[in-house]
C-alpha cells in the first residue's frame, strides 16, 4: 500500500514539473535583466526535480533516497536564489540583487580558476574567460543604472529568512546536506548491524515525504513569482499551483503529517 502511495507522489511531482515545463515553453527575451536570470535558475531547478523523480523511482521505487536528497537539496538552493532575484516588486532592488548575484559568480570562479593554475593552466584560462565575460556584462549593466556591484549575494540561510520569513527550510536543506557528503547518520540509515553482519535497511517511504514535498515546493511556491515576471498568464501560474496542492494531498497520506513545505495564498 506505501508503495502505491508513493508512486502516486512521484507521479504528482512529475505533473508539478511538466506543467512548469509546459507553461514556460517558447522563448523568453535575451537581454540581460534580474528576471531573465531568476528564470534559468528556476529552469535548472525544475531539471533537477525531474531528475530526482527518475531517481525515486529507478532502478526500483524507493531505493535511492539519499540520491534523491542531495538532487532535492541543490533543487532547493537554485529555486532560493531566483526567488530571491525576482522577489523585489521594485525594479531597481532586482538588479542590485541581480548584480549581486553576478558578483558572487565572479568571485567562486575567480576560486576555481586559481585553484587550477599550477595544474590545469589550460582549464584556468577557460575560466579566466568565463569571469571577463560576466565581468563585461555586469560592468555595462551597471553603468547603464549608474549602481555598483561589488558587494555578493546574502547566505542561503539569509536568502531563505528573507523569502519565507524564517528558517524551517533551511533546516531541511541542511538535512539535504548531510545527504549530499553522506554523512554518518546518513549512512546509518541505509545499513545496520545484525548477527555480527551489516544488512541494507528495507526501503522506508515514508522517509520521503519530506523530500518530496521540498522538490514540489521548489517550484510551486518560488516560482509564480518568476513566471509573472516574465509574462505567464496567471491561470498557468495557477495550473502549477493546483499540481502542488494534489501532490500535498497525496504526500500527507504516505507519512500521514502535514509540513510547512505548502502553498502561500
Given at each position: 500500500m506505501l508503495n502505491e502511495s508513493f508512486l502516486g507522489c512521484i507521479d504528482s511531482l512529475f505533473e508539478v514539473a511538466s506543467t512548469f515545463r509546459?507553461?514556460?515553453?517558447?522563448?523568453?527575451?535575451?537581454?540581460?535583466?534580474?528576471?531573465?536570470?531568476?528564470?534559468?535558475?528556476?529552469?535548472?531547478?525544475?531539471?533537477?526535480?525531474?531528475?530526482?523523480?527518475?531517481?525515486?523511482?529507478?532502478?526500483?521505487?524507493?531505493l535511492h533516497f539519499h540520491a534523491a536528497g542531495a538532487i532535492a537539496r541543490v533543487a532547493f538552493e537554485n529555486a532560493i536564489t531566483a526567488f530571491w532575484i525576482a522577489k523585489p516588486n521594485d525594479v531597481p532592488e532586482r538588479e542590485v540583487r541581480f548584480l549581486r548575484w553576478l558578483r558572487n559568480e565572479v568571485m567562486e570562479l575567480e576560486n576555481v580558476k586559481l585553484k587550477l593554475a599550477p595544474h590545469d593552466p589550460r582549464q584556468s584560462e577557460w575560466y579566466e574567460r568565463q569571469i571577463q565575460a560576466i565581468e563585461s556584462n555586469g560592468n555595462v549593466y551597471a553603468k547603464k543604472r549608474d549602481m555598483e556591484w561589488t558587494k555578493g549575494k546574502p547566505t542561503l540561510r539569509d536568502m531563505v529568512i528573507d523569502?519565507?520569513?524564517?528558517?524551517?527550510?533551511?533546516?531541511?536543506?541542511?538535512?539535504?546536506?548531510?545527504?549530499?557528503?553522506?554523512?554518518?547518520?546518513?549512512?546509518?540509515?541505509?545499513?545496520?548491524?545484525?548477527?555480527?553482519?551489516?544488512?541494507?535497511?528495507?526501503?522506508?517511504?515514508?522517509?520521503?515525504?519530506?523530500?518530496?514535498?521540498?522538490?514540489?515546493?521548489?517550484?510551486?511556491?518560488?516560482?509564480?513569482?518568476?513566471?509573472?515576471?516574465?509574462?505567464?498568464?496567471?491561470?498557468?501560474?495557477?495550473?502549477?499551483?493546483?499540481?502542488?496542492?494534489?501532490?500535498?494531498?497525496?504526500?500527507?497520506?504516505?507519512?500521514?503529517?502535514?509540513?510547512?513545505?505548502?502553498?502561500?495564498?
Open positions: 509546459r507553461v514556460t515553453t517558447g522563448t523568453i527575451e535575451s537581454a540581460e535583466s534580474p528576471d531573465k536570470y531568476a528564470f534559468l535558475l528556476m529552469d535548472i531547478a525544475c531539471r533537477q526535480i525531474e531528475a530526482f523523480a527518475v531517481v525515486a523511482t529507478n532502478p526500483e521505487p524507493g523569502v519565507t520569513g524564517n528558517d524551517h527550510a533551511y533546516c531541511l536543506y541542511l538535512t539535504g546536506c548531510e545527504f549530499a557528503h553522506a554523512r554518518l547518520t546518513q549512512i546509518m540509515q541505509v545499513w545496520e548491524g545484525r548477527d555480527k553482519f551489516l544488512r541494507a535497511k528495507d526501503i522506508d517511504f515514508t522517509s520521503w515525504a519530506d523530500i518530496i514535498r521540498q522538490a514540489s515546493w521548489c517550484l510551486a511556491v518560488t516560482a509564480p513569482q518568476i513566471l509573472f515576471r516574465i509574462g505567464v498568464p496567471a491561470e498557468d501560474i495557477n495550473e502549477i499551483t493546483h499540481a502542488h496542492r494534489q501532490l500535498l494531498l497525496k504526500v500527507s497520506v504516505l507519512d500521514g503529517s502535514k509540513s510547512e513545505f505548502a502553498c502561500s495564498d
